[in-house]
């Protein structure tokens, strides 16, 4: 549950900022007849993601045996691939996302294109809500009931927040929320490596080499039930629902993991360690 409510927190949070930004640089123009097309793009988004989710949802469910061990291990892969490429460009530039929609909206007015003030609003959302589908239609494999309860909790909880930010209640700093939120989302992403790695091994596309690197999973209890810790357990469910955990990895699953975590780990790093030199007026390290 935790996940699909970072991660559904974390997309919307991210779309109602952008639609925060440019509703309020619309009103500070003075042109509240762009507003109309705000919604209009805000409402489209929303039923092409609906339409994404239906689609996810049929397909997944035609699946079966290798067919099915392919789809989600390539699930898994590409919403590794979508959030650690959402992680990188947030590094980099979620202190500039202000200036660059108000330059868009700025060169649609311009040209007396309102549909544009559309269209940077529905992208603003669509794109958001493609990535929370993929990330959560992952989840939802594994944990349909919590997926859904965390997905729930996330969007109610950026609603009441885009709220109180709306009255001027609350000023939420933008840039740490990126940094640290990223940190787990990193884990998270971590975890679907592992995950389409497992499926790939299942399928037989990618080789195991080893077939467990450990097995550190608990005996069933007597009645036949998983033991808390067990991978398909309570604490061991929700931490691979969470992260990917395996109690039984093969050596394939490990080595990408790990190699996951150090790379992209230090690369988030090293970004949000320069951007602190930069605003710190530091020189960066001579050679």
């Not at 050596?251 to 930069?278: C, P, Q, S």
Request: aromatic fraction near 12%; charge should be neutral; charged fraction near 15%.
């Amino acid at each position: 549950m935790l996940a699909s409510f970072l991660i559904t927190f974390r997309e919307a949070l991210e779309a109602a900022l952008i639609i925060g930004i440019i509703a309020a640089y619309v009103a500070k123009l003075g042109r509240k007849d762009l507003n109309r097309y705000i919604n209009i793009g805000i409402i489209s988004a929303l039923v092409a993601s609906l339409a994404v989710a239906f689609l996810f949802k049929v397909v997944y469910g035609e699946l079966k045996g290798t067919a099915e061990q392919l789809f989600e291990g390539a699930a898994a892969l590409t919403a590794a691939i979508v959030l650690t490429y959402m992680i990188f460009w947030m590094a980099q530039n979620s202190k500039q996302i202000k200036g660059e929609v108000q330059e868009k909206i700025d060169l649609s007015i311009s040209k007396g294109q309102k549909l544009g003030i559309a269209a940077l609003s529905f992208v603003a959302v669509f794109r958001e809500g493609v990535e929370t589908v993929l990330f959560l239609g992952t989840l939802a494999i594994q944990s349909p009931v919590d997926t859904i309860l965390g997905f729930i909790i996330g969007l109610a909880l950026v609603i009441f927040l885009s709220f109180i930010m709306f009255k001027g209640i609350y000023r939420l700093d933008v840039s740490k929320f990126f940094r640290y939120t990223s940190i787990l989302l990193i884990l998270f992403s971590a975890g679907l490596v592992a995950t389409a790695v497992h499926e790939f091994n299942e399928a037989g596309v990618i080789p195991e080499i080893v077939e467990h690197a450990w097995d550190i999973n608990p005996p069933l209890n007597s009645d036949g039930s998983y033991p808390l810790l067990h991978e398909n357990g309570l604490i061991g469910g929700s931490a691979k629902a969470l992260m990917g955990y395996n109690g039984n990895p093969s050596l394939t699953e490990v080595v990408a993991y790990i190699g996951y975590w150090i790379i992209i780990g230090m690369f988030v790093y090293r970004t949000y360690k320069l951007g602190t030199m930069v605003k710190d007026g530091s020189r960066y390290p001579q050679d």
